[in-house]
């Protein structure tokens, strides 16, 4: 059985940072792909990072230079740093894995950017 356990949500006020984790367990689990996705209230899930086992990374326009995906693999954790935060950047951000020929997702952590 594959778990995903995320942490580091919080309120900040906009232009802080928060770093989110994601510790991924499960016996034997080959982790192919890592990353983070979001939903805002009354909005679809969207992506806002990825990474590859290879460390090839994939970011949404609206965090590039922003945001930063990293992994540990030795840990088995995916982290992404969040700078200069917006009040847009608020919502509810899921981990993902991709391994064993499908997608496992975390509960979800808060996210919300004051003014």
């Known amino acids: 059985q594959v778990q995903l356990v995320e942490s580091g949500g919080g309120l900040v006020q906009a232009g802080g940072s928060l770093r989110l984790s994601c510790v991924v367990s499960?016996?034997?689990?080959?982790?192919?792909?890592m990353g983070w996705y979001r939903q805002a209230p009354g909005k679809q899930r969207e992506l806002v990072a990825t990474?590859?086992?290879?460390?090839?990374?994939n970011y949404a326009d609206s965090v590039k230079g922003r945001f930063t995906i990293s992994t540990d693999n030795a840990k088995n954790t995916v982290y992404l740093q969040m700078n200069s935060l917006k009040p847009e950047d608020t919502a509810v951000y899921y981990c993902?894995?991709?391994?064993?020929?499908?997608?496992?997702w975390g509960q979800g952590t808060q996210v919300t950017v004051s003014l």
């Open positions: 993902t894995v991709v391994g064993w020929g499908r997608d496992y």
């Open positions: 499960g016996s034997g689990f080959i982790i192919n792909a």
């Open positions: 990474i590859t086992s290879g460390g090839s990374t």
